[in-house]
């Protein structure tokens, strides 16, 4: 039963962010391309966002991991709590699981009750402070930043980070 919840609540969640237009187009194909981001766009993507946020006086661990949630880079102020590095981690594990940034995911746990089991999920921290870096919309990894004061202030160090590395 929980795992039927569960479900119900993981389908909720992912209607709740993007409601497609048009069908999704399953593969045809044994095989699948995917893309992912690489390694060095993922350590430069961590190391900008620490910096962005020492900016602003604050101590901060940045976590970058691919589509699937593996770890790609770790970047952590000198003075950042021990905390910092697991909630990085599950903020950026989170977003890249719900293809959404933790902030919203937040928000639709609070305006529809029943995706609350979604924060019950292993590795998953529904804190702000994780985005999902998309290239032409899709989905090739995420960030999670954590240590700032507040959970918008993390996702905001992130967030200019990949917008930076990724030129737009």
Same mark, same amino acid.
Not at 24 to 42: E, G, H, K, R, Y
Not at 94 to 100: E, H, K, V
């Given at each position: 039963?929980?795992?039927?919840?569960? &479900?119900?609540?993981?389908?909720?969640?992912? /209607?709740?962010?993007?409601?497609?237009?048009?069908?999704?187009?399953?593969?045809?194909?044994?095989?699948?391309?995917?893309? *992912?981001?690489?390694?060095?766009?993922?350590?430069?993507?961590?190391?900008?966002?620490?910096?962005?946020? =020492?900016?602003?006086? %604050? $101590?901060?661990? &940045?976590?970058?991991?691919?589509?699937?949630?593996?770890?790609?880079? !770790?970047?952590?102020?000198?003075?950042?709590?021990?905390?910092?590095?697991?909630?990085s981690?599950r903020?950026? %594990?989170?977003? =890249?699981? &719900?293809?959404?940034?933790?902030?919203?995911? =937040?928000?639709?746990?609070?305006? $529809?009750?029943?995706?609350?089991?979604?924060?019950?999920?292993?590795?998953?921290?529904? /804190?702000?402070g994780?985005?999902?870096?998309?290239? $032409? *919309?899709?989905? !090739?990894?995420?960030?999670?930043?954590?240590? &700032?004061?507040?959970?918008?202030?993390?996702?905001?160090?992130?967030?200019?980070?990949?917008?930076?590395?990724?030129?737009?």
């Open positions: 039963m929980k795992l039927l919840l569960l &479900a119900a609540a993981l389908s909720g969640a992912a /209607l709740a962010q993007t409601a497609p237009s048009q069908p999704v187009q399953l593969a045809t194909t044994p095989t699948v391309t995917q893309t *992912n981001l690489s390694l060095s766009a993922a350590v430069r993507m961590a190391q900008l966002a620490v910096q962005n946020c =020492a900016q602003q006086g %604050y $101590n901060v661990t &940045a976590t970058v991991v691919d589509r699937a949630g593996i770890t790609l880079a !770790v970047a952590r102020s000198e003075n950042a709590g021990p905390h910092t590095v697991d909630a981690y903020k950026a %594990y989170t977003s =890249a699981s &719900a293809r959404n940034t933790t902030a919203g995911i =937040a928000e639709n746990i609070r305006t $529809n009750p029943a995706s609350a089991e979604l924060a019950r999920l292993d590795r998953f921290l529904v /804190l702000a994780g985005a999902p870096v998309r290239v $032409n *919309n899709a989905v !090739v990894g995420a960030i999670g930043v954590g240590g &700032a004061p507040s959970g918008a202030i993390d996702e905001q160090c992130g967030t200019d980070a990949v917008t930076t590395v990724l030129g737009r």
